[in-house]
């Protein structure tokens, strides 16, 4: 069974760090690519960033600068680093995954969630 557990969110001030952190379990990270998402209260889901396990990450147009995707191989985790927060970016950030991924995760869609994890940043 696949999971993914997202942590590392909290209430912070503008102009501060955060690393989100997703453990995952049932599948290999070889074969797949995981992506971070993140949605505000009333507002549409919004694609944060991509990666694979071929090292190469993709960042939505609003996200390049300050958000960094990265992976762990030996915790099983993957991380978003979320630098200069501002109030805006005040949501809840979902992990996601899609197994069996041969070539490319530019573009990917997502087979499997998270549960979220909030992040609130204040002025």
């Known amino acids: 069974e696949v999971q993914l557990v997202e942590s590392g969110g909290g209430s912070v001030q503008a102009g501060g760090s955060l690393r989100l952190t997703c453990v995952h379990s049932g599948y290999e990270y070889s074969r797949s690519c995981m992506g971070w998402f993140r949605q505000a209260p009333g507002k549409e889901r919004e694609w944060v960033a991509t990666r694979g396990s071929g090292n190469v990450a993709y960042y939505g147009d609003s996200f390049k600068g300050r958000f960094t995707i990265a992976y762990d191989v030996d915790n099983d985790s993957a991380y978003l680093q979320i630098n200069s927060l501002k109030p805006e970016d005040t949501a809840t950030y979902y992990c996601?995954?899609?197994?069996?991924?041969?070539?490319?995760?530019?573009?990917?869609?997502?087979?499997?969630w998270g549960r979220g994890t909030q992040v609130t940043v204040s002025s």
């Open positions: 996601a995954a899609t197994t069996h991924a041969i070539g490319s995760c530019e573009g990917r869609t997502f087979t499997y």
